[in-house]
Every structure is written in C-alpha cells, then in structure tokens.
C-alpha cells in the first residue's frame, strides 16, 4: 500500500504543479491582463487566485467522496490539489503589493483569496454529498456511501489538467521556455517538493491538536519564496515555482479550516488567522531581506 500511495501523491503532485504552472503560463500570454490596477502582478494575482480556489473546491468534493486513508485520495488530495495550490505564491503577491505601497490592494486580495476558497471548499463538499446521497437513493444503495464514486474524481483532475494545457497551448501561452527538458526539472522539483510536504504531513499533523505540519510547511516555504524572490535565473524560478509551490498548500489549509471549525469554531479561526499573519510575515521578511 505504501509505494501505491507514494506513487499516487508523485504522480498527483506532478499533473497539479504542471497544471498550475501552465495557468501562469495562460495568464501570461492572454493581452490585457497586465494593464490593470495592481500593474504587472495582475497575472500572477489571478492565476493563483483562480488555482486557489478551484483547488480548494476540487479538495472539497473529493474529500467528502472518496474512502478514508485511500491511496487514491491521498493522490488526489495530497498530490493533485496540494500541489495545484500553493500558500507561497498567494504570500509573496501580497508581500509585493506591501512593499509597493499597495498595501489595501494585498489587503484585499487576501479578503478574496480567503473568502472564495473557503465558500469553494464547503460549497464542493456539499455538492459531493448531495450527489452521492442522490446517486444512493435512485440505485437504493445510499448504505454503502462515498466508496461507489471515487471515479469521477480522477475524471475531474484529468480534464481539469488536459483542459489547462489544451488552453495555454491555443493562447500562445506555452513558448521555447516550456522546453522538455524544462519540463523534465520542473515535475522532479514538484514531486520532490510535494512528497517533502506528505512527509511533515505524516509526522507532525497525527501527532497534534493544530495542523502544524501544514503551517510549517507553508510559513517556510513562504519566507524561502521572499527570500528568493529577487532572484531571476531559470534556475531559481524552478525552484520557486515547482519545489515551493508545491511544498506549500492553500486547499488543505482550507480543508483544515472547515474541519476544524465543524468542532472547534475558535480554533479554526486562530488557525488560519495565525498562519496568514505569519506566512505573509515571513515572505515579506525574506522580500526584504533579499
């Protein structure tokens, strides 16, 4: 069952990161993006806003549809909407904006960020429930639950996958950068940075009351984004967007959220009060430090 589930969680952290690098890449090439309000972090702004939340509701409908400590859910929620997300990026962005000036801007990209997600990932575990209970009654097997219909989830990250690509390709998004072998580092980073991330998850999360494996990984990773943000080499860029990007979560730490505030309302407020002040925090400190 072991290596099954490592393999899940490599091959679902690859296809999310590469999912959420050719959505920057889309946003990139799509004319207009960048002549807007924050100037030229309105395409990063939006692309990570738009994987954050579509993620988290993805997270959402998978968790409350597929079996429990399964390997393909750890693929699909460890590995694809881990890594599809990323805490990392969304702090730097409102780092920038801070030390631009734009600090109302960083302000309310958090309000949106947070607000979207966590509606997204109620929103998809409801919609997962509601559709099995439904599928249930109509075969009169709503006894047997969520173990019937792991399928479809595979069939969503697939074409939410194929689809991206598909789009990035038609809007010139994808250029002599996207080598083979660019490729080729850029999913070995990934995988390294999403297994780094189930591994703090397996050791430090069943062994305390607060997810801190999920804010460790997202605090550090967070400043080691900042502290590289200066930074423009191929090299580096790979190694912010692939190994940080998927170290950190944005859907899990909402998932986290939602379960926590179902038993412990206040606690789930610390939790992500806490981990935004102190990611954001920690990627400004490493913008300035660098």
Do not use: H
Not at 26 to 49: H, K, M, N, Q, W
Not at 268 to 288: M, N, P, Q, R, W
């Amino acid at each position: 069952m072991i290596p099954k589930t490592f393999s899940a969680v490599v091959v679902g952290g690859a296809l999310g990161a590469l999912t959420r690098w050719f959505a920057a890449l889309g946003f990139e090439g799509t004319a207009g993006v960048r002549d807007g309000l924050i100037g030229p972090y309105d395409a990063d702004s939006l692309s990570v806003l738009i994987v954050n939340v579509a993620g988290s509701a993805l997270l959402g409908w998978l968790v409350a549809g597929l079996p429990t400590g399964s390997w393909l859910l750890k693929g699909a929620s460890v590995g694809f909407c881990g890594s599809l997300t990323t805490f990392s990026a969304f702090a730097l962005i409102v780092a920038v904006l801070a030390d631009g000036g734009l600090v109302w801007a960083g302000a309310l990209y958090v309000v949106v960020t947070l607000g979207m997600s966590l509606i997204a990932v109620a929103t998809g575990s409801r919609l997962r429930q509601w559709a099995t209970v439904r599928r249930g009654s109509i075969a009169g097997q709503s006894q047997n639950g969520p173990q019937a219909s792991g399928y479809p989830g595979w069939v969503i990250i697939a074409l939410a996958s194929f689809s991206t690509i598909l789009v990035v390709s038609l809007t010139g998004g994808l250029d002599e950068a996207t080598s083979a072998w660019g490729i080729v580092a850029f999913v070995a980073l990934a995988a390294l940075g999403t297994v780094s991330r189930w591994a703090v998850f397996e050791f430090l999360n069943r062994r305390s009351w607060f997810p801190i494996g999920t804010f460790l990984v997202n605090v550090l990773g967070s400043f080691a984004a900042g502290s590289l943000a200066e930074y423009r080499s191929p090299l580096v860029l790979l190694i912010v967007s692939a190994a940080l990007g998927s170290l950190t979560t944005f859907s899990t730490l909402m998932m986290e959220a939602v379960e926590l505030w179902r038993c412990k309302p206040l606690r789930s407020v610390c939790y992500v009060t806490v981990t935004l002040a102190v990611g954001i925090s920690a990627a400004y400190a490493g913008l300035s430090g660098g």
